[in-house]
């Protein structure tokens, strides 16, 4: 256990930074905890940090401490709206790296008006559980190398991104996928979130864009969401990717809030 003194500009109890365990830390004054920060490795291997306070003083403290144990660089979310969180980490050295819209999207077929909207010819869709995992695979890998020679992967979703070693999480329980008889060609993650079930990817061979079958795999997706009696599920999009944001758009989808992802090199 480690510790270090610092004094609070709030004219209360000195405050005394703890390292409580392995990348957790914890603010006391007078024997109270005042404060908390903790470091999670992400599956890429990024280091994510948070930071819970209600004084900013007790929060640059902390951040201090923790930027003093840890190697560079260092990631953060926060809601854009925040602008008072935002402000303690920018205090801190952190710079926004990209923002994701999170949108709120009905399942409901009457209101995304996919009910009708079935896969191009030759392609079918497998159901969410249902993929076999070699073919499942084989797509993750190829959609990878597409994406990395193209707009690469700062784009993408935390949870998909190649992990240091190389390997990449993939688990067939979370896909749907579009199938013809040779191979896959599409996909989307839903991540099943109990209150809200989260859309975390929608992806198409290259070779296959511009033939519905990512409006196809959404449809199958809400569907079975609605037929569950789940009425939104959410989904986060890069600002960049505006092909993706005129998809859910198109479905009656509605941007509820943004996060920003921050950085300190």
């Not at 952190?94 to 191009?120: A, C, H, I, N, Q």
Request: proline letters at 6%; aromatic letters at 6%.
């Amino acid at each position: 256990m480690d510790s270090a003194h610092f004094t609070s500009d709030t004219g209360e109890q000195p405050v005394v930074i703890t390292r409580v365990a392995q990348r957790h830390w914890h603010a006391l004054a007078d024997d109270r905890v005042v404060g908390r920060g903790n470091a999670a490795d992400r599956p890429d291997g990024r280091i994510f940090l948070s930071i819970d306070s209600w004084h900013g003083a007790v929060f640059d403290q902390l951040a201090d401490a923790m930027l003093a144990d840890l190697p560079t660089p260092l990631y953060t979310v926060v809601d854009e709206a925040d602008l008072d969180l935002t402000s303690h980490w920018e205090r801190a050295g952190f710079t926004s790296r990209r923002r994701e819209w999170e949108y709120v999207v009905p399942t409901d077929p009457r209101v995304t008006g996919l009910g009708s909207v079935l896969p191009p010819a030759g392609v079918t869709i497998v159901a969410l559980g249902d993929a076999a995992e070699r073919p499942l695979r084989e797509l993750d890998r190829a959609i990878r190398d597409e994406v990395a020679a193209t707009v690469g992967w700062q784009a993408m979703p935390a949870e998909v991104l190649p992990r240091p070693d190389g390997t990449t999480p993939l688990d067939p329980l979370k896909y749907a996928v579009a199938a013809q008889p040779d191979r896959y060609v599409g996909l989307v993650r839903l991540a099943p979130v109990t209150r809200q079930p989260r859309i975390g990817l929608i992806a198409v061979r290259a070779d296959q864009h511009r033939r519905g079958i990512a409006r196809a795999l959404l449809a199958h997706v809400l569907g079975s969401l609605h037929r569950r009696g789940v009425e939104t599920a959410s989904a986060d999009v890069h600002e960049s990717n505006g092909a993706a944001m005129a998809l859910f758009e198109g479905v009656g989808a509605r941007r509820a809030s943004s996060n920003l992802e921050l950085v300190r090199r």
